[in-house]
């Protein structure tokens, strides 16, 4: 095994030898005319590409709402669309915390996810308690999801948050 060469999907470091990724299972060498794969099973095209777009396209969402188009819809509206661009700015950044949730894991350093995540809150709030606590809060999602692939975690995760969003209108506006 050398260690110049690594996983396009997890970062492991990859033997030449082997068609599959040892860690993820991800098929190594892939033509990269097939842009599909390439999108979906390389984690620089995920960090450097999917994650910053979502996270772009639900800003961009974000300011349209509240910037431009404000005055022309109705509260209904825009209280009905803030799910999708939560849904988007946190799917984006849900991604990046299971790519390095997702390190720890290929590393052998954690079972899965939720192993991974439980051990980083178990010392963050040993050390500082409340941003342990409310870290633990922001992320419990990755408590629940034992996917291999940062692309499921960070939507099923993000999911979770959209349908709490739109559960809290429902009970906090029932005229809605
Ligand atoms: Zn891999």
Not at 105 to 112: L, N, P
Request: aromatic content about 16%; some cysteine; hydrophobic content about 50%.
């Amino acid at each position: 095994m050398t260690g110049s060469i690594h996983c396009r999907n997890c970062g492991a470091p990859a033997d030449p030898r082997r068609q599959r990724c040892e860690y993820c299972g991800a098929w190594q060498g892939f033509e990269p005319s097939q842009p599909w794969n390439l999108l979906f099973h390389s984690r620089k095209a995920r960090r450097r590409f999917i994650y910053p777009l979502l996270i772009a396209a639900g800003c961009l969402l974000m300011f349209y709402i509240y910037g431009v188009a404000f005055d022309r819809l109705s509260e209904t509206t825009l209280v009905r669309l803030t799910p999708l661009w939560f849904f988007l700015i946190v799917f984006g950044i849900y991604g990046y915390v299971a790519e390095k949730l997702l390190a720890a894991v290929y590393a052998g350093e954690s079972a899965d996810v939720p192993a991974a995540l439980g051990k980083w809150l178990r010392q963050t709030i040993s050390r500082h308690p409340l941003f342990g606590i409310f870290a633990a809060v922001l992320l419990f999602p990755f408590l629940l999801i034992k996917a291999k692939s940062s692309l499921p975690v960070a939507f099923i995760g993000s999911m979770l948050w959209g349908i709490l969003l739109l559960l809290f209108f429902v009970f906090a506006f029932p005229a809605l």
